[in-house]
């Protein structure tokens, strides 16, 4: 069996080094206390943090994860299973809400959404005589097509 020693450019040392990996605890994340567990890159020359990409982004998902669970904050999977449901594109969906275009997007690759799109999101998909009403809206206002709407009205 062998061992990958890892290395990553540590900019105090100016050279890539090897890393260790320490354990912490977030206690706290928006007012919330969430504990959850982080792991961080350790230089294994000088002891200073390094930015790790896979470990940061591994860090983030738990931390979203355990964020929205406690908060109930809508998660992508509940987003894409309702847009698959409706079979509706992601920039059909912001143009139902009057959304940014890139808006569901990132909250479907795991960015949180604020409260109240969260709060709309859960809305729309617990309750389809609101979705309809909005997919009606969007139609009057021409930011969806007649085919859209005609998929989505009844």
């Not at 738990?62 to 409706?86: M, Q």
């Amino acid at each position: 069996m062998s061992i990958e020693k890892r290395k990553i450019y540590c900019s105090k040392c100016n050279e890539n080094v090897e890393y260790l990996i320490i354990n912490e605890v977030k206690e706290e994340y928006k007012n919330v206390i969430v504990n959850v567990e982080q792991n961080i890159g350790i230089c294994s020359q000088c002891k200073e943090r390094l930015y790790v990409t896979e470990l940061e982004e591994a860090n983030l998902d738990r931390l979203y994860t355990k964020y929205r669970e406690l908060t109930g904050i809508v998660s992508p999977k509940d987003i894409i299973e309702f847009r698959e449901k409706y079979n509706i594109s992601q920039r059909e969906l912001v143009a139902i809400l009057d959304w940014g275009k890139m808006t569901i997007n990132r909250y479907e690759r795991g960015s949180l959404p604020n409260q109240s799109h969260s709060e709309i999101l859960k809305l729309i998909i617990s309750n389809e005589n609101y979705f309809r009403e909005k997919v009606k809206d969007a139609y009057k206002m021409g930011r969806i097509t007649e085919k859209i709407y005609n998929l989505n009205k009844s």
